[in-house]
Antibody, heavy 117, light 111 residues
Framework: EVQVVESGGALVQPGGSLRLSCAASGFTFSNYWMSWVRQAPGKGLEWVASIKLDGSEIYYGDSVKGRFTISRDNAKNSLFLQMNSLRVEDTAVYYC??????????WGQGTLVTVSS | DVVMTQSPLSLPVTLGQPASISCRSSQSLVHIDGNTYLNWFQQRPGQSPRRLIYQVSNRDSGVPDRFSGSGSGTDFTLKISGVEAEDVGVYFCMQGTYWPTFGQGTKVEIK
């Protein structure tokens, strides 16, 4: 069974940093693009970032470009999102998603990031 | 970015009756590889989104056959042939042909 489990969400002050992790199982992690998607409270969905199988291609949404860094460790079946210079508007549930733009099919339960003073 | 516009945003339905949700994109979703990357997701209350339909009309494994997707180009539709209680939630369309974007969501509730 495909599983992706996020962790690392927390309350952080504006300007602070946070690192999210995603542990994957039930599929060959190194064969898939992986992505992060977020959902602000009571709002819609926003695609944050995607990373290719071997990390050779990475894409970011305009709202996080230059502040967030997506990375992966295929040996540990893990995906990461380093978030710097956090803003109040980054407050959201962050989902780890198996796949990229064309083929994202399984999402985790999400981890809540709250940016507030 | 490609703008995805759903309608209606709220859909009260009687149990057993059909439901239909429309999704329109601001530009054609036909990719240069010939595929159309239009997905439908269901988000039940308190849960994460679950993909129901990919590439316009393909049901994901385990999705009941009362769910169907159709459309082409810029106009797409998700239909539920007979709504059941477990179908309550918010439905999102998502395009993956370009940088992924989502519709606003349609809240399906029982009358």
């Amino acid at each position: 069974e495909v599983q992706v489990v996020e962790s690392g969400g927390a309350l952080v002050q504006p300007g602070g940093s946070l690192r999210l992790s995603c542990a994957a199982s039930g599929f060959t992690f190194s064969n898939y693009w992986m992505s992060w998607v977020r959902q602000a409270p009571g709002k819609g969905l926003e695609w944050v970032a995607s990373i290719k199988l071997d990390g050779s291609e990475i894409y970011y949404g305009d709202s996080v470009k230059g502040r967030f860094t997506i990375s992966r460790d295929n040996a540990k079946n893990s995906l990461f999102l380093q978030m710097n210079s956090l803003r109040v508007e980054d407050t959201a549930v962050y989902y780890c998603a198996k796949g990229g733009a064309h083929d994202s099919d399984s999402w985790g339960q999400g981890t809540l990031v709250t940016v507030s003073s | 970015d490609v703008v995805m516009t759903q309608s209606p945003l709220s859909l009260p339905v009687t149990l057993g009756q059909p439901a239909s949700i429309s999704c329109r994109s601001s530009q054609s979703l036909v990719h240069i590889d010939g595929n159309t990357y239009l997905n439908w997701f269901q988000q039940r209350p308190g849960q994460s989104p679950r993909r129901l339909i990919y590439q316009v009309s393909n049901r994901d494994s385990g999705v009941p056959d009362r769910f169907s997707g159709s459309g082409s180009g810029t106009d797409f539709t998700l239909k539920i042939s007979g709504v059941e209680a477990e179908d309550v939630g918010v439905y999102f369309c998502m395009q993956g042909t370009y940088w992924p974007t989502f519709g606003q969501g349609t809240k399906v509730e029982i009358k």
